[in-house]
Nanobody
Framework: QVQLVESGGGLVQAGDSLRLSCAASGSGFVINAMGWYRQAPGKQRELVATIARGGSTNYADSVKGRFTIARDNAKNTVWLQMNSLKSEDTGVYSC???????????????WGQGTQVTVSA
């Protein structure tokens, strides 16, 4: 019923910027909170940033001042603007959305398949 698709990843050098996007598609749903997570090679998945439907945001300490999360509720889209990238930002970035759907069984947390971000030192 709901699909999340990320885009915008790539290979960049330290200090560069990237803008990731995540678009939700389907019907009969409302997206509440959304977030971005990342998983570096050999490490656990970690929270990068979250944004409530009303716009309230939270960031991991490691990205504060460098990353910005934003959303367009009308388009069911969330972005992650990443500036001053560091090698430690490398990982697979995944979009997450808390969904309330018309069908109870379709409600819950949804994940995109992820987009690779590689930052060379």
């Amino acid at each position: 019923q709901v699909q999340l698709v990320e885009s915008g990843g790539g290979l960049v050098q330290a200090g560069d910027s990237l803008r990731l996007s995540c678009a939700a598609s389907g019907s009969g749903f409302v997206i509440n909170a959304m977030g971005w997570y990342r998983q570096a090679p050999g490490k656990q998945r970690e929270l990068v940033a979250t944004i409530a439907r009303g716009g309230s945001t939270n960031y991991a300490d490691s990205v504060k001042g460098r990353f910005t999360i934003a959303r367009d509720n009308a388009k069911n889209t969330v972005w992650l603007q990443m500036n001053s990238l560091k090698s430690e930002d490398t990982g697979v970035y995944s979009c997450n959305a808390a969904v309330t759907a018309q069908r109870v069984t379709a409600s819950g947390l949804y994940w995109g398949q992820g987009t690779q971000v590689t930052v060379s030192a």
